[in-house]
């Protein structure tokens, strides 16, 4: 166990150092100029001199190799630089937007975990009867709606039904506060789009637990305890549902993983103020020094997060050898 | 509720205008905070080196500028005031021109300003030190020398007299500092850090949500600001930006919407929405690429604008877009446009699409380009640039030329256009803020940094050069009609589109501001009240 | 097809006896939601193929005479901002789904296959330099990895197809490859060695045929997930460029301003782009429930 942990610890170094290069040189090869975006975008009257003087002061004259150099040497040493857009530190950047993209990251997961592992037990246990159908397209639908069209339509609807209800169109608040600040401002923010993810995500799940669940219950020893005549729900409760857990554990894991910097589009949709918004918005203004720090931060938190997911897979289930 | 003006013809001092103000006078309520949304994000707070309304909606209300467009007249495109000064002159050479400045305005950290501010302003604007950026030296090319005979005369000399100078001080982006930041902080502070004498105090700024600002009590313009406070929440999302006034989460939008958005809120609120329109100081235009085959050849880009039904297009895009008005080079109702009849007869803008059509197949086919097919590269944004880019290929279809869509971020679009050059067509656009039209026009010269299409003409240069010194509005009309028709017409080296037309729908209780021609004007904001 | 031609058939549960025609009959018998799944796939290539025979319009002309007008005889899902047929634009949008979804589905599940086997086939090196790669690109942000792709590759359909293919790979070499990883140390494989064929005929013949059922798995969900990235890139602004007829371009302008005053221009994209996904999903499940030896029925 200990050695198959640290190496699975070293293994994390590759995929860092791979996943750098690979940003380093997809920011390069990108069409664009952070200074010709900045300063000449809108069809300004712009001089090459002002372009020049721009691209200077952020380094972007240095050869690649030094700048791959300064990169490397800023992520070994936790100094990230500042954004190429703002001016600002990059870790100042992240940090206002990381608490919500946690927050609504944790509300999902629960929201998902909640739904989907009574459904996803109850849709194997009563297979191919209409509970299973019935479970079964709900979540499909919820893999197959788009998230940016659910989103606007749970905008549109609150506004309709709340003008129609109170006579004053209401419209969830579209700055983020923090839940300790104020918890109610801060809930009626973050729930919507927290269901709008949580639904898809619990979707996955359902499938995940469905077909996990099916899986143990053809396993010998659950056969054998029916052979035995074992109630059914003592069978689910103490044999099946627990080994079925564990690929729905590296589901929730890796979904997890995901959901930080992944939401592009729910929050663009909820105008949500968080690092999947910054990414994209990094990518396109060409902020080398922003992107590189955001990728660099999410593989981390992904590797991370598989690490652990791993460990106790591990720990849980004794038959997995670690070779 | 438009606000009409008269027209008059613009001379190198400002001219006093009477502005028909249809909105009857009510005496402003004080306190209430204003929240309004913005579509764009802070690059930095530094107005001398950006150019995004990202920026001026939040930031501008911390700053003055020595003169402004008239808050109570901002639609007309030729009435300037003071700000931070108590008059201004020029001389009758139109060489020298001179600003008093008041003597009781201090800055937010209660340092008192002078004209030596004003000065260090304009020193870092027009003559910026090695290294240091500045996106409006350019308007300032004319200027000699900056001088303060005293604390509270600032005297700009002019290399020669020009009708595009004092527009170009009343730009929104020319906030003043002060000499004090300046010397102690360095030319960099203000990118971080906020220290002006607008309306309002510097709160809070958090990167990718919201900027705030408080009542600034010492303001300079009497009995103002009216607000306590506002509160600038960044909203990138057209749907977000309309459904938080529709949720009352904002109480206005100051860039503009499509119509439909603006529809739906008036179904939905009524008369607690307000709607002002008008038209705006940007359009797209379409640039062949003089370099690459067949657009070199004047016949083809005359064919390409010939096949464009302007006026027939202005009926149906102003129901889903953000363009408007038919009218060539200069912004439609200052006094240097084309009147209609000067305008039907240019090339592309006959009132007979018929005989338009049947001309630009003629043109091709003499070309040798019957079956010219081309990919127009376009910004991927929506309002307007993706529903003009499927009208225009719409339109070019009806003559047989079949064209393909490339549409592409900004730093891709912008990296074409202006690096690589390796489009055929492209989209491109001409938004500024202060309609100073000889400025504005200096995009379509061949010679000028944001003019992609790749051509030389030396007529219009010295067209251009003409008007740019010439202290007769008459004489500049007159050589503007030949820079229009040698531009859109005999050349075609820019093929127009509509110009922009700016729709502000807002909460009803948002009082004092009005729409101006630019989403960058009108924005300090101390004429703002709440009636609630 | 390669599930029949196993050559030296050793395996726990041969597959022999599932004809097409017999999965056919298995589906609608046992799996009824996987058959309506199918029966939803088989309409959409149809629309997909038929297009031009079955669209009442031209999907690409304008018509300022009839804009965003509500279902009618003459369109019967109304039309666009631009006065475009929506029920044309949405059977030629097939096309568009139909092209992208099974380009990168197959594209993806296959590139990965090969890689996935391969990597499990030598082992050593290549196995862990191979593995390594593929970390990097499961741990990279697949929506970053596939927005920069599109903008450094340009225009069209193909940016798009690759956009979308490649962050599909890796997770499809990677489950793969542990199903390899179990074909390899079955003897037929060595035999195939001893009898001196070449690593590539075994790869190819004798291991890629006996994982066919996790491929598969891959194959459909992949479809419905790429027809879903190209709606989302669209929305961002970087998919299908118009005037092409492509749902998520649809969906992208009608949400945004026309959701209410003109809801059929979002209501009948969005349920394009959903019964798609639902169909190929559900066919997908009846698919991996069949071909899963381990999740057959009693």
């Known amino acids: ?323 | 509720m438009k606000f009409k003006t008269l027209k008059l013809l613009t001379g190198t001092t400002a001219a006093l205008l009477l502005a028909a103000n249809v909105a009857a006078a009510e005496t402003p309520k004080r306190g209430g905070t204003l929240n309004f949304v913005v579509g764009s994000k802070i690059p930095s707070m530094d107005g001398h080196m950006e150019g995004t309304f990202g920026m001026i909606h939040p930031i501008r209300p911390f700053y003055s500028t020595l003169i402004r467009v008239n808050p109570a007249n901002p639609s007309s495109t030729t009435d300037f005031v003071c700000d931070v000064c108590s008059s201004f002159s020029s001389s009758d050479d139109g060489k020298t021109h001179t600003f008093m400045i008041r003597n009781d305005i201090k800055f937010h950290d209660g340092t008192p300003l002078t004209a030596a501010d004003v000065k260090a302003t304009y020193d870092k604007l027009v003559f910026p030190p090695k290294g240091i950026l500045s996106l409006r030296k350019k308007f300032f090319s004319m200027v000699d020398t900056i001088t303060t005979p005293d604390n509270y005369t600032l005297v700009m000399k002019l290399k020669y007299p020009s009708p595009t100078f004092i527009p170009s001080v009343a730009m929104p982006f020319n906030f003043i500092y002060s000499k004090k930041d300046l010397d102690t902080h360095g030319y960099k502070w203000h990118q971080k850090n906020v220290n002006g004498t607008g309306a309002f105090q510097f709160v809070e700024y958090q990167p990718g949500s919201h900027v705030s600002g408080k009542r600034y009590d010492g303001y300079h313009h009497e009995g103002k600001p009216y607000l306590d406070g506002y509160k600038a929440i960044s909203a990138p999302k057209m749907a977000v930006r309309l459904q938080a006034i529709r949720g009352d989460r904002a109480g206005i939008e100051f860039r503009g919407f499509p119509p439909k958005a603006r529809d739906d809120l008036v179904k939905a609120l009524g008369d607690k929405i307000t709607v002002q329109e008008g038209d705006w100081n940007c359009s797209l235009l379409v640039t062949p690429n003089h370099k690459v085959k067949p657009f070199d050849d004047a016949r083809v880009r005359r064919a390409l604008t010939l096949a464009v039904d302007r006026w027939g297009g202005s009926k149906a895009l102003s129901k889903i877009a953000i363009v408007k008005t038919v009218a060539g080079v200069v912004f439609p109702t200052h006094p240097l446009a084309a009147n209609k009849e000067e305008l039907t007869k240019i090339p592309g803008f006959w009132t007979d699409i018929k005989k338009s059509r049947a001309e630009a197949k003629r043109l091709l086919k003499e070309a040798g380009q019957s079956n010219l097919s081309f990919t127009l590269l376009n910004r991927a944004v929506d309002q307007p640039y993706r529903i003009l880019g499927v009208w225009l290929i719409d339109q070019w279809r009806q003559i047989g030329v079949k064209v393909t869509q490339n549409a592409v971020p900004t730093g891709p679009w912008v990296d074409s256009l202006r690096k690589k050059k390796d489009y055929q067509v492209a989209i491109d656009a001409n938004c500024q803020s202060i309609v100073n039209p000889i400025v504005d026009v200096s995009k379509y010269l061949g010679s000028a940094s944001n003019n992609y299409a790749q051509y030389m003409d030396q007529p219009m240069e010295d067209m251009h050069a003409k008007m740019s010194r010439s202290g007769d509005p008459a004489e500049q009309r007159a050589i503007m009609r030949k820079f229009e028709t040698r531009l859109y017409g005999e050349e075609a080296h820019i093929i127009p589109t509509l110009w922009w037309y700016k729709i502000n729908p807002h909460r009803s209780y948002v009082k004092g501001w009005k729409i101006a021609p630019s989403h960058y004007l009108n924005q300090h904001l101390d004429q703002v009240w709440l009636d609630k | 097809m390669a599930i029949n031609e196993t050559y030296v058939g050793v395996q726990e549960e041969p597959l022999a006896e599932q004809t097409w025609g017999g999965v056919a009959k298995d589906l609608i018998r046992r799996q009824p939601l996987g058959a309506l799944g199918g029966l939803v796939v088989i309409l959409m290539i149809a629309a997909a193929l038929f297009a031009p025979q079955i669209a009442t319009h031209d999907p690409e002309i304008n018509d300022f005479g009839a804009m965003l007008e509500a279902p009618s005889l003459a369109h019967i899902f109304g039309t666009d901002e631009f006065g475009r047929d929506i029920y044309s634009r949405i059977v030629h949008g097939a096309r568009t789904a139909m092209l992208v979804g099974f380009t990168a589905a197959i594209c993806g599940s296959t590139i990965g296959l090969l890689i996935g086997v391969t990597s499990a086939y030598f082992g050593g090196w290549v196995d862990i330099i191979v593995q390594r790669v593929v970390d990097v690109l499961i741990a990279f942000p697949s929506i970053i990895l596939a927005l920069a792709i599109v903008i450094i590759l340009g225009r069209g359909v193909g940016p798009v197809i690759i956009a979308i293919t490649i962050p599909m790979i890796p997770t499809c070499a990677r489950v793969v490859r542990s199903s390899a990883l179990a074909v390899r140390e079955i003897p037929y494989v060595d035999a195939a060695r001893a009898m001196g064929f070449g690593h590539a005929r075994i790869v190819l013949r004798h291991i890629s045929p006996n994982i066919m059922a996790p491929y598969l798995i891959m194959l459909t969900t992949f479809l419905g997930a790429a027809i879903l990235a190209e709606a989302s890139l669209s929305y961002l602004g970087l998919g299908v460029q118009e005037p092409t007829p492509a749902w998520g371009l649809m969906l992208k302008s009608g949400a945004e301003e026309y959701a209410e005053s003109a809801p059929w221009a979002v209501i009948f994209p969005g349920v394009a782009i959903t019964l798609a996904v639902f169909g190929f999903n559900l066919f997908g499940d009846a698919m991996r429930d069949v071909l899963d030896p381990k999740l057959r029925s009693r």
Not at chain 1, 77 to 102: C, Y
Not at chain 1, 223 to 228: E, G, P, Q, S, W
Not at chain 1, 257 to 280: D, M, P, S, W
Request: proline content about 4%.
């Open chain 1, 1 to 323: 166990m200990y050695k198959y942990a640290v190496k699975r610890i070293l293994l994390m170094i590759p995929t860092l150092i791979g996943a750098g290069i690979l940003v380093f040189m997809l920011m390069r090869m990108i069409p664009g100029d952070i200074c010709e975006i900045r300063l000449g975008g809108t069809g300004l009257m712009v001089d090459k001199e002002q372009i020049d003087i721009c691209r200077e002061n952020l380094g972007l004259n240095q050869s690649l190799a030094k700048q791959f150099y300064d990169f490397a040497i800023g992520i070994a040493t936790f100094n990230f630089g500042d954004s190429m857009w703002t001016g600002r530190p990059v870790t100042e950047e992240i940090a206002v937007r990381f608490e919500l993209t946690l927050q609504i990251a944790f509300m999902a997961t629960l929201t998902a975990v909640i739904i989907a592992l009574p459904f996803g037990v109850i849709s194997a246990i009563k297979q191919n009867t209409w509970i299973d159908y019935v479970i079964r397209l709900v979540s499909i639908a919820g893999i197959a709606t788009p998230s940016f069209w659910l989103g606007i339509m749970i905008i549109l609807g609150l506004l309709i039904v709340s003008q129609m209800v109170f006579g004053e169109p209401w419209m969830m608040p579209i700055q983020f506060v923090p839940i300790w600040v104020d918890p109610l401002a801060n809930l009626s923010q973050t729930i919507w789009p927290a269901v709008a993810v949580g639904y898809r995500y619990a979707a996955v799940v359902v499938r995940m637990t469905r077909s996990a669940m099916l899986e143990v219950l053809r396993e010998d020893y659950v056969r054998t305890a029916r052979a035995k005549g074992l109630f059914e729900k003592v069978i689910i409760n103490q044999h099946a549902l627990k080994n079925a857990l564990l690929p729905v554990i590296t589901l929730v894991g890796i979904e997890f993983a995901f959901l930080i910097g992944g939401l592009v589009v729910t929050e663009q949709v909820f105008n949500l103020n968080g690092l999947g918004k910054l990414f994209v918005d990094a990518v396109l203004d060409h902020d080398f020094t922003l992107t590189q720090a955001l990728v660099m931060m999410v593989v981390t938190i992904f590797v991370i997060v598989n690490l652990l997911v791993d460990l106790i897979y591990a720990w849980v289930d004794p038959r997995i050898h670690y070779s």
